[in-house]
């Protein structure tokens, strides 16, 4: 089991920066990988991009890239979004997931942190 929380979801001006943490707990040494999926208002949840845990190779989604950074601090288990130059339509709750060596979905949720983007 890998147990996830996110943090640090608020309000935000379009345009500026914001940083979300993820800090993961239970058997990390399991973990392939850490996502962030985000879920708008009446529309499905979609990848934000990935990490590995160990190699630390990042993936991210076209609408995100050069504005959105992942990285990761393996001594403390965490996770960051950090976010620039948001957009009104980057407004949703942000989920952190876990993948497991092995798996082919990913297999551990965090219960989401709203970010609302004001224009």
């Known amino acids: 089991q890998v147990q996830l929380v996110e943090s640090g979801g608020g309000l935000v001006q379009a345009g500026g920066s914001h940083r979300l943490s993820c800090a993961a707990s239970?058997?990390?040494?399991?973990?392939?990988?850490m996502a962030w999926f985000r879920q708008a208002p009446e529309k499905e949840r979609e990848f934000v991009g990935s990490?590995?845990?160990?190699?630390?190779?990042?993936y991210y989604t076209n609408s995100v890239k050069g504005r959105f950074t992942i990285s990761r601090d393996n001594a403390k288990n965490t996770v960051y979004l950090q976010m620039d130059n948001l957009k009104p339509e980057d407004t949703a709750v942000y989920y952190c997931?876990?993948?497991?060596?092995?798996?082919?979905?990913?297999?551990?949720w965090g219960q989401g942190t709203r970010v609302t983007v004001s224009s």
């Open positions: 990490i590995t845990w160990g190699g630390g190779r990042t």
């Open positions: 997931a876990a993948i497991l060596r092995g798996s082919t979905s990913y297999d551990f």
């Open positions: 239970g058997r990390i040494d399991t973990t392939y990988a």
